[in-house]
């Protein structure tokens, strides 16, 4: 846990939406140990139950099983809540698959908890988005005032999202946070095929097949530790100064995605070979983003060793894989 950075608001009761998620259990974890009171929302569409097992009995601990486009479940969540934080998401791997499913997620989504937040007189709003919405990069580093031209159906799903948050502030007053997230690991990522890169690439080395990068892995990432996304959220909750601010949520390690691949198999093992594949739709060459708002702002400082984070989430899987060995 972060040191603790004078926090002027205080949340007493949380709606997370995508609990069971990788971020979302990392969040609602670290409220728990907080003692604030967590309504865990999740349809489990992605989500995990066994994420949220350590917290079941637990006195302030509320589990619903529900889908955010769902209006009167959302309603139903909000009673007695003074923070939500938005977590819920249609994938990026999901959007070509079904892209309308996409976008009744990611943006019809955000509109159903959006009016139910405004409808119980919820204080604070904190909304989880991507970098994503800014494509291709035309100046670099980015910042939160570079142009919106997403590349991919989740880019513009996402963006959609936003749109409706910063409506919904100027229009009813709603005290709200966007959060714009790049390339988060740590564990409990999802590792199948839909998961993110360092997961999949962790779970093939385990398994001993090849790491598959899609191009040819020269695309740059900047990887952020989910432990720095949870205390964004928590400081982006409790900070005023939060009030209808975008931030850009990510660490300023540039890592090529070979780089990544060929850290992953030093650790795990040399001989497994890396293959190429085509490059996947809508995906962004180069990032290079500016965290300096977020960093001044909200104080936040991310974590800059992404070996000892790579090794802290191989540990992880390390277990993970163990276990369901001895099933």
Known sequence: MLANTGHNRKIRRALVTGAAGFIGSHLTEALLKQEISVVAFDDYSAGKPENLNPFRGMKNFENIHGDV?????????????????HQAASKKTICMRDPSRDLEVNAGGS???????????????????????????????????????????????????????????????????????????????????????????????????????????????????????????????????ARGKIYNCASG??????????????????KIKITHGDPLPGDIREFDV??????????????????RGLNTTLDWALSEFAAKQTI
């Open 253 to 270: 390690i540039r890592v090529t995605v070979n780089e990544l691949a060929s850290m992953v198999l030093k650790r795990v093992n040399p």
């Open 69 to 85: 486009t769902d209006a009167k479940a959302v309603s139903d969540a909000m009673t007695g809540v003074d923070t939500v934080f």
């Open 111 to 241: 509109l159903r908890l959006l009016q139910a937040a405004v409808a119980a007189g919820v204080e604070k709003y904190v909304h989880a988005s991507t970098g994503s919405v800014y494509g291709e990069p035309v100046t670099m580093p980015q910042n939160e005032q570079h142009r919106l031209h997403p590349v991919s159906l989740y880019g513009v799903s996402k963006l959609a999202g936003e749109n409706y948050v910063n409506t919904f502030a100027a229009q009813f007053g709603i005290d709200a946070t966007i959060l714009r997230y790049f390339h988060v690991y740590g564990p409990r990522q999802e590792s199948s095929d839909v998961g993110g890169v360092v997961s999949i690439f962790l779970r093939r080395a385990l398994q001993d097949k090849p790491l598959l990068v899609h191009g040819d892995g020269q695309q740059m990432r900047t990887f952020t530790w989910v432990g720095d996304i949870v205390e964004a959220n928590i400081r982006s909750a409790t900070m005023p100064v």
């Open 290 to 307: 500016d965290n300096s708002l977020i960093k001044r702002e909200l104080g936040l400082e991310f974590e800059r060793d992404f070996e």
